[in-house]
C-alpha cells in the first residue's frame, strides 16, 4: 500500500474539469494532496491555484509570462514528465485538445492511475493508449460521467456486458428542427440545460458530436463492439449511463448531475468517499425520467462520429480536429451551427485514412483535417 494521501497531478488545472477537481481535493485533504499543476495560459489562475496548494511541479505554456508566485521552491517540468513522474500516484488528464494525447501516453507507459478526462487521447490514439496500459498495467479510471456510470455498473460482474447504453442529455436544441437549427446562435447554444462544463464541450453537447465521442471512448474503454453500444436521450441527466447483461438485467447508475461526483470516484476508486460538498438527488423534484431514440438526421454529428470510430484508423483524429475547427469557427460566429457538421463529413469524406496508425501519423491526419476545413470555409487560419 501506497501513502494514505494519494498524491496527485493536474494537467489542465485551469480548466473546468481541473477547477472542480482541485475542489473534490481541497474537501478531502485527508486522502488528496496536489503534487502537481499544469495549465495552458490562464496564469493568474493558475498562480493562485499554485499558491493555496503549493505543489512540487508546475508548468505552463508560455514560460515568458511569470505567474506571481509566493516563495517556495517549485520544479518546472514538461507534461510528460510530471504525467510519469514517480512521486506522482494519479494524474488527473484534464487538458482539452489533442495536447492530452502525449502526456496520457507517458502516464500509462509510467502505469500510473489516470483519471482521463481528454476525450481526444481515446479518441484518436484508442488503440495505442489502451494498449499501452494493458502493457504498463496502468489503469484508466473513467471522469466523464457516463463513463463512470457504466464502469460504476459493471463493478462485481464476472462476465462481459452484453451493451452498453449511453444517456445524452440532448442539448439545449433537442426538439429543435433543421430549419430551426439553421439559425442558432452561439449564446443559445452555449447554454446548457443540465451541467457545467466548458465552452467546446457544450456546444458538442449541443451538436450530439459529443455523445458520438463517448461512444468511441466506451468501445476502447470497455473493448465493446460499437454494435453493442447505444445511445438514449435522457433530458433530466439522472441516470448518467446503463448496462445490459446476457440475462437481459439492466444496471444504471443515478445521480445529481455534478461532475464532481465522477472525478471523485475515478480519485478514490475503489472506495467511495463521503463528501458533505456533494449535491443529492432530491426526489421531491423528480417529477419523471424519460428516453427517447436520438435523431440522427437532425443532428448528424452522432451518426458521423459513429461510422468514423467503425472505420477507425485516422478517422476518429480527423473527425476530431474538424470539429474542433469548426466549433472555433462557430464561436466566432465564422460559421453557422449547422456548418459544424457538414464540415466534419466533408473532412472524413476527403480522408485518406491509415489503419493501425503511430501516433506521428495522427498528428499528421489532425494537421490535414484543420487546414482543410479552413480551406473548406474559404478563409485563412482564424
Ligand atoms: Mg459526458
Known amino acids: 500500500m501506497g501513502n494514505i494521501v494519494k498524491q496527485v497531478a493536474v494537467l489542465g488545472s485551469t480548466g473546468s474539469i481541473g477547477r472542480q477537481t482541485l475542489e473534490v481535493v481541497r474537501a478531502l485533504p485527508h486522502r488528496f494532496g496536489i503534487i502537481g499543476l499544469a495549465a495552458g495560459k490562464n496564469i493568474d489562475l493558475l498562480a493562485n491555484q499554485i499558491n493555496e496548494f503549493k505543489p512540487r511541479f508546475i508548468y505552463y505554456q508560455d514560460r515568458k509570462v511569470q505567474p506571481r508566485l509566493a516563495d517556495a521552491e517549485y520544479e518546472f517540468l514538461s507534461l510528460e514528465e510530471m504525467a510519469s513522474h514517480p512521486q506522482v500516484d ?10 492530452g494525447l502525449s502526456p496520457t501516453l507517458a502516464a500509462v507507459k509510467a502505469g500510473k492511475r489516470v483519471a482521463l478526462a481528454n476525450k481526444e487521447s481515446l479518441v484518436m490514439a ?41 444517456t445524452a442529455s440532448g442539448g439545449p436544441f433537442y426538439h429543435y428542427s433543421a430549419a430551426q437549427l439553421n ?49 438514449l436521450i ?36 475503489p472506495e467511495r468517499l463521503a463528501n458533505p460538498q456533494l449535491p443529492r438527488l432530491n426526489w421531491d423534484t423528480v417529477k419523471n425520467l424519460t428516453f427517447e431514440q436520438p435523431d440522427l438526421d437532425t443532428f448528424p454529428c452522432l451518426k458521423l462520429a459513429i461510422e468514423a470510430g467503425r472505420k477507425g484508423g485516422t478517422y476518429p483524429a480527423v473527425l476530431c480536429a474538424a470539429d474542433e475547427v469548426a466549433v472555433e469557427l462557430f464561436l466566432s460566429q465564422g460559421i453557422k451551427f449547422t456548418d459544424i457538421a457538414k464540415l466534419v463529413e466533408q473532412a472524413l469524406e476527403e480522408h485518406q485514412a491509415i489503419s493501425h496508425p503511430t501516433l506521428e501519423e495522427i498528428m499528421a491526419a489532425d494537421n490535414w483535417a484543420r487546414e482543410r476545413v479552413i480551406q473548406l470555409v474559404g478563409g485563412d487560419n482564424p
Open 90 to 99: 494519479i494524474v488527473v488528464m484534464a487538458t482539452s485538445g489533442k495536447w
Open 126 to 166: 484508442g488503440e495505442i493508449i489502451t494498449n499501452e496500459a494493458k502493457l504498463n498495467r496502468a489503469q484508466i479510471t473513467p471522469v466523464d460521467s457516463e463513463h463512470s456510470a457504466i464502469w460504476q455498473c459493471l463493478r462485481g460482474e464476472t462476465q462481459k456486458a452484453t451493451q452498453l447504453i449511453l
Open 183 to 231: 439559425g442558432v446562435t452561439t449564446e443559445q447554444a452555449l447554454k446548457h440545460p443540465s451541467w457545467r462544463m466548458g465552452k467546446k464541450v457544450t456546444i458538442d453537447s449541443a451538436t450530439l458530436m459529443n455523445k458520438g465521442l463517448e461512444v468511441i471512448e466506451a468501445h476502447w474503454l470497455f473493448d465493446m463492439p460499437f454494435d453493442n453500444i447505444k445511445v
Open 234 to 269: 435522457h433530458p433530466q441527466s439522472i441516470v448518467h449511463s446503463m448496462v445490459e447483461f446476457i440475462d437481459g438485467s439492466i444496471k444504471a447508475q443515478l445521480g445529481y448531475a455534478d461532475m464532481r461526483l465522477p472525478i471523485q470516484y475515478a480519485l478514490s476508486y
